[in-house]
């Protein structure tokens, strides 16, 4: 029996209404736990005061006792009216009583949504989420006391508390709650004395291409090879490898308009340090992690962008994209095309006749074939020693001088195209210095051009 229960519960313990109500929340519905918790309590009034108007002696008596914990010990006010009402005496305790489940926390949760008011005015969202962390205490008081009393239809703590703060929030914030990715994440973390509170905002996603005008930089920040960041003497106390990378000189402007905690840059694929990137550009996705502000004027930032990095970097294309994109971006850089200027020394000389028969050969041995390539001594430090068949779609070649050749390569995303031209020590296989029997090697390398 359920009033039966109850009785026994405030016999020994006093709990507020709101836990009252959230130890039968899966009783009766569409309704709150604060007026499920009432509605039992004054029912239980009821019967026992009908009981006592019966006046049959044994009820009465253990009518009274009833309406007595009732009025001390849940402290509700109909029964200690009923009991004025009808000249019976109980203790008038006026203290406020403290919650043996929630210590108050669910009658005070005006604080709680107070403070995280004024936390999110200068942040820009559309919607939200609650989360709470709970001490392990608390939890585990409330199990024992569940099973002290067998309540099986109780909803939890953390359940009571993110449904009546997310409803609160809901009405004063006038943003809409979302349980797959909202754009904050409000996390409750509390004991029963003092609260805090985190705000997780969702990262925000820019697409983009990149030119990059100069030589000599890295596509992402590049931690220093020694001290990994922490700085040391060899990186002259700046943590970094190179003093400036693509990200380096794009990032700063998205981070400061969108009010971001740091970024995180993801090239379609990357060009080597001493390779320009120029032609059609290579896609990247910026991630900004914690942005206050997630409308940003993007033509803006473009202009600033490369208005500041004038004949480095020069981006463009700018959209608003998604986590889901960078994995699109990742997974298709495999399988882009690209276009390769390569300008390439020669060892010994050769004569416009005898480079235009090996430009022959060379479109006979590669165009629309595929090659054998080995991790290049280069990178094997880095990436894992195997062979990986590369396609390669169109060559072009332009005599300049008797040693000193340019060539316009297609080939598949992930080709090694300075070892193409050098052959790698036999690493590469065929290679243009195979094809030119003579040593090959490749001066400088742009990209032109990445397509899906
Ligand atoms: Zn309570
Ligand atoms: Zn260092």
């Known amino acids: 029996m359920i009033f039966e229960k109850v009785l026994e519960i405030y016999q020994k313990y006093y709990i507020c209404v709101h836990c009252l109500g959230r130890m039968f929340s899966l009783l009766g519905t569409c309704t709150t736990n604060y007026e499920r918790g009432n509605s039992l309590?004054?029912?239980?009034?009821?019967?026992?005061?009908?009981?006592?108007?019966?006046?049959?002696?044994?009820?009465?008596?253990?009518?009274?006792a009833n309406l007595k914990t009732l009025a001390e010990n849940a402290h509700f006010n109909p029964a200690q009216q009923v009991l004025n009402n009808e000249g019976l005496e109980h203790v008038k305790n006026e203290s406020n009583k403290i919650c043996f489940l929630c210590n108050n926390i669910f009658s005070n949760i005006e604080n709680y949504i107070n403070n995280v008011k004024l936390k999110v005015e200068e942040?820009?969202?559309?919607?939200?989420?609650?989360?709470?962390k709970p001490q392990s205490y608390i939890i585990n008081q409330e199990d024992n006391f569940k099973t002290e009393f067998g309540l099986l239809e109780a909803e939890s703590f953390k359940s009571h508390f993110n449904r009546v703060v997310g409803k609160?929030?809901?009405?004063?914030?006038k943003r809409i709650p979302e349980f797959n990715h909202p754009d904050v994440l409000i996390i409750y973390s509390f004991d029963f004395e003092s609260f805090d509170v985190e705000l997780i905002l969702k990262s925000l996603f820019i697409y983009g291409k990149y030119n990059k005008l100069i030589r000599g930089i890295p596509q992402t920040h590049w931690f220093c090879g020694k001290c990994r960041g922490t700085g040391c003497k060899f990186c002259n106390y700046t943590g970094k490898q190179y003093q400036i990378s693509v990200e380096d000189l794009i990032s700063p402007v998205f981070n400061k308009e969108s009010k971001s905690s740091d970024s995180k840059f993801h090239g379609a694929g990357r060009e080597d340090i001493d390779v320009k990137m120029l032609g059609t550009g290579r896609p990247f996705i910026l991630e900004l992690r914690n942005p206050k502000i997630r409308t940003l004027d993007l033509v803006k930032i473009e202009k600033i962008v490369n208005k500041t990095n004038k004949n480095k970097v020069r981006i463009f294309d700018l959209r608003y994209s998604s986590k889901n994109e960078v994995i699109k971006l990742k997974y298709e850089a495999k399988n882009t095309r690209k276009v390769y200027r390569a300008i390439v020394n020669s060892e010994s000389k050769i004569k416009k006749d005898e480079f235009d028969n090996k430009v022959i050969i060379l479109k006979k041995t590669f165009e629309y074939q595929e090659i054998r390539q080995r991790t290049p001594h280069r990178v094997s430090h880095r990436r894992s020693d195997k062979v990986r068949e590369k396609s390669i779609y169109r060559i072009e070649g332009k005599f300049v001088k008797p040693n000193l050749f340019e060539f316009k390569?297609?080939?598949?995303?992930?080709?090694?195209?300075?070892?193409?031209?050098?052959?790698?020590?036999?690493?590469?296989?065929?290679?243009?210095?195979?094809?030119?029997?003579?040593?090959?090697?490749?001066?400088?390398l742009d990209v032109l051009e990445i397509s899906v």
Not at 41 to 64: C, F, G, P, V, W
Not at 123 to 132: K, Y
Not at 168 to 173: A, D, H, P, Q
Not at 418 to 436: A, C, Q, V, Y
């Open 409 to 444: 390569i297609e080939t598949q995303g992930g080709t090694y195209i300075k070892e193409l031209i050098n052959g790698d020590e036999g690493r590469t296989s065929p290679s243009f210095s195979e094809i030119f029997k003579t040593p090959l090697k490749c001066k400088e």
């Open 41 to 64: 309590l004054l029912s239980i009034t009821m019967e026992n005061h009908r009981k006592y108007l019966s006046r049959k002696e044994d009820l009465q008596k253990k009518a009274i």
């Open 123 to 132: 942040i820009e969202f559309s919607s939200f989420l609650v989360g709470s």
């Open 168 to 173: 609160e929030l809901l009405s004063c914030l």
